[in-house]
C-alpha cells in the first residue's frame, strides 16, 4: 500500500503570502540552475532531465502546498502531454488524482464553520484521511444511516485566493509575453469566472442534479445523487460512487468490449452536452470519472464544479468549423474563421492565407472522428499525428512570433473539453460508433 502523504496544517491565503511561496519557490528553481551549471564546469554527471526534475518537483511543491487557482493550472497543462518536459507533466499528473491533504484539524474547522458541528455529529461515520485532494477540495468517506457517502471539503481561502493569484501572476505574465492587458482581457475573466464558479458548491450541486436528470437516458452512465441538508457553500456531500479510476481501471486489463462500451458512454455523454443541452461538463481529466466492469462497462461521473454553457453563436461556429463542406470550401473556412476572430480584417494576405491553410490542416485531423460512422481510438497512428501537429505547430515561426490571441474566449473551455475526451478515449484505446454533428 502506498504510504499517506503528509497533511497540510495551514494553506497560505493572503496576497503577500501566496507572493512570498512564489519567490521562494523561484529562489531554489534559480539554485537548481547553480548546482547544475556548477557541477558541469567541474566535469560532473548533470542532464537537463536532472534539472527537470529538480525544478518540476520544487514547482510541484509549491503547488500543492498553494492549492487553488495555480494548482488547478497544473492539472489542466498535465493533460496537455506533448507541451511539457516529461518530468513536469509527470509531477503535475498527480493533480489529477492526489496532492497533499489538509489536516484533520483543518477539517473539522471547516465543518463547524458550516455547521456549528463538527462532522463527526453531521454523520454517523466520517474518515479524516482524504480519500482524495486535489486543487479546490478534497473528498471524505462518510456514512449516514445507509449511506456510503463522499464529501468533499473546500480548501479555506481557494475563492479569495484565485483573484490574488491571478492579480500576483498577471503582470508578470504581460511582461514576458509582450501583449497589453486589454488584448488578454477576455481571456483571463473567461478563466477567473469559471475558476471562482467551481469554488460555489451550491452551484455545483444544482448543475450536477441538472444535468444527471437530463442524461438519464443515456446508457452506461452513473451520477451521484447530492444532499442538500449536508451540504454548504463549501462543503459539499453526494452517493459514494463504486469504480476505479482510470490508471488503476486499466491496470485490470478490460476486455476490449468493456473498453468499447466506456468509451460510448463517454461519446454520447459529451455528443448530448454539446448539441442538446448546449452545456458541458468542462473538466474531462481522469480524476473525474470512475470505471467498472459491471453490466459491460459503466461510467460514473463526477465533479460538476467546471460547466461551459455554450451560446448558440459558438455552438454554430464550433459544428460548422468540423463540417466536411467547410473543409472543402476554402472561401466558407474563411468567413468562419473570420466571425471567430481567427482571422482579422487587418491581417495581410500572406497571414491570412497561414492562418486559413494551418487551421484547414488541424481541423482536418482534429475532426475526424466527427466525420465517420465509427472511428478508432486505439489507433496509435492517429494519436501519433495528433502529437505531431501539435509539434509543427509549435515550430512554426508565424506562430511562435505571434503575440496576441486570437479565436473566441468560449473556445478556452471548449478546447479543453475535447482535448481531455481525445485524452480518455485514446487511454481507453475504444472503437465507438461516432456520428455527425446535429
Not at 556548477?38 to 511543491?61: F, I, P, W
Not at 490574488?164 to 514576458?176: E, G, M, N, T
Request: net charge negative; with cysteine.
Amino acid at each position: 500500500m502506498e504510504e499517506p502523504q503528509k497533511s497540510l496544517s495551514s494553506l497560505p491565503t493572503t496576497k503577500v503570502a501566496r507572493a512570498a511561496r512564489f519567490a521562494k519557490t523561484g529562489l531554489n528553481v534559480g539554485a537548481n540552475y547553480v548546482k547544475h551549471y556548477a557541477k558541469r564546469a567541474v566535469g560532473a554527471d548533470s542532464t537537463s532531465e536532472d534539472l527537470h526534475a529538480a525544478n518540476a518537483a520544487e514547482l510541484y511543491g509549491a503547488l500543492s502546498e498553494m492549492k487553488g487557482s495555480v494548482l488547478k493550472v497544473a492539472q489542466m497543462l498535465a493533460m496537455e502531454k506533448n507541451i511539457l518536459p516529461t518530468a513536469y507533466a509527470d509531477q503535475f499528473a498527480q493533480a489529477q488524482y492526489q496532492t497533499p491533504p489538509l489536516s484533520g484539524p483543518l477539517v473539522v474547522k471547516a465543518f463547524r464553520d458550516a455547521f456549528g458541528k463538527s462532522p463527526f455529529e453531521v454523520f454517523d461515520e466520517f474518515d479524516l484521511q482524504a480519500r482524495q485532494a486535489a486543487s479546490i477540495g478534497q473528498v471524505h468517506f462518510a456514512r449516514k444511516g445507509d449511506l456510503a457517502l463522499a464529501v468533499k471539503v473546500q480548501y479555506p481561502g481557494v475563492a479569495d485566493s484565485i483573484h490574488s493569484d491571478i492579480r500576483l501572476v498577471k503582470p508578470i505574465a504581460l511582461r514576458v509575453l509582450g501583449l497589453s492587458e486589454d488584448t488578454v482581457r477576455p481571456y483571463l475573466e473567461e478563466v477567473e469566472t469559471r475558476l471562482i464558479e467551481e469554488t460555489d458548491y451550491a452551484l455545483e450541486l444544482r448543475r450536477g442534479q441538472e444535468i444527471a436528470a437530463a442524461c438519464a437516458g443515456l446508457a452506461h452512465l452513473q451520477f451521484p445523487k447530492y444532499y442538500s441538508e449536508l451540504s454548504s457553500a463549501r462543503i459539499l456531500t453526494m452517493d459514494w460512487l463504486p469504480g476505479q479510476h482510470l490508471k488503476e481501471f486499466l491496470a485490470t486489463d478490460p476486455p476490449q468490449d468493456v473498453r468499447n462500451q466506456l468509451g460510448q458512454a463517454l461519446w454520447d455523454f459529451y455528443m448530448f452536452q454539446l448539441n442538446t443541452l448546449r452545456t458541458v461538463h468542462a473538466d474531462p481529466h481522469p480524476g473525474n470519472f470512475l470505471l467498472r466492469s459491471n453490466d459491460g462497462g459503466t461510467l460514473g461521473v463526477l465533479d460538476f464544479g467546471c460547466v461551459k454553457e455554450i451560446p448558440e453563436d459558438v455552438h454554430r461556429l464550433f459544428t460548422a468549423l468540423l463540417a466536411p463542406e467547410t473543409l472543402a470550401d476554402t472561401a466558407l473556412l474563411t468567413t468562419l474563421l473570420e466571425e471567430a476572430g481567427v482571422v482579422r480584417p487587418e491581417d495581410a494576405p500572406a497571414k491570412r492565407t497561414f492562418y486559413v491553410s494551418t487551421m484547414q490542416a488541424s481541423l482536418e485531423l482534429v475532426g475526424r472522428p466527427f466525420r465517420q460512422a465509427t472511428f478508432d481510438f486505439g489507433d496509435p497512428a492517429y494519436l501519433q499525428s495528433l502529437y505531431a501537429l501539435g509539434d509543427d505547430l509549435m515550430q512554426q515561426p508565424e506562430l511562435r512570433q505571434q503575440r496576441e490571441p486570437r479565436g473566441s474566449e468560449h473556445f478556452i473551455y471548449l478546447n479543453r473539453t475535447y482535448v481531455g475526451l481525445y485524452a480518455l478515449l485514446t487511454e481507453l484505446r475504444a472503437s465507438i460508433r461516432t456520428a455527425p454533428l446535429a
